[in-house]
């Protein structure tokens, strides 16, 4: 099924969107399945405490304000072994908001990220 993986590199204090910027524009991010279950595992090179990370579907929060596992390698790609996995469900169309926010305010950090959906029965 469709899978994403990317690295994003985040600017002091900078709040980002990927899934819905320029030049990657995830087809994906509405859900285009009746029913979809979304999978989504995060890392980064940062410091503890120093990046997190909101998921929403519309105006639901699926994913509070949650810390984004340290200490990865930049360019490695978190794996359900290194990082916590995020699973939520959508309805189709529902747009998925993945927003990466820089705490640290240290000069730049790359968070690396692997989404996927699939269809549920």
């Known amino acids: 099924m469709p899978d994403l993986a990317f690295r994003r590199?985040?600017?002091?204090?900078?709040?980002?969107?990927?899934?819905?910027?320029?030049?990657?524009?995830?087809?994906?991010?509405r859900c285009p399945y009746i029913r979809g279950r979304y999978t989504v595992l995060m890392g980064c090179t940062g410091a503890a405490a120093g990046q997190l990370a909101r998921i929403s579907i519309g105006t639901t929060k699926v994913l509070e304000d949650s810390a984004i596992t340290v200490g990865f390698t930049d360019g490695v790609l978190p794996n359900p072994q290194t990082a916590p996995t995020f699973q939520f469900d959508a309805n189709q169309d529902d747009e998925i908001i993945l927003e990466l926010v820089e705490l640290g305010n240290v000069a730049t950090t790359d968070v690396m990220v692997w989404i996927d959906v699939e269809p549920l029965a």
Do not use: N, S, Y
Request: glycine fraction near 4%; avoid cysteine; charge should be neutral.
């Open 9 to 29: 590199t985040l600017a002091a204090l900078e709040t980002a969107t990927p899934l819905d910027e320029a030049g990657r524009r995830w087809p994906f991010r």
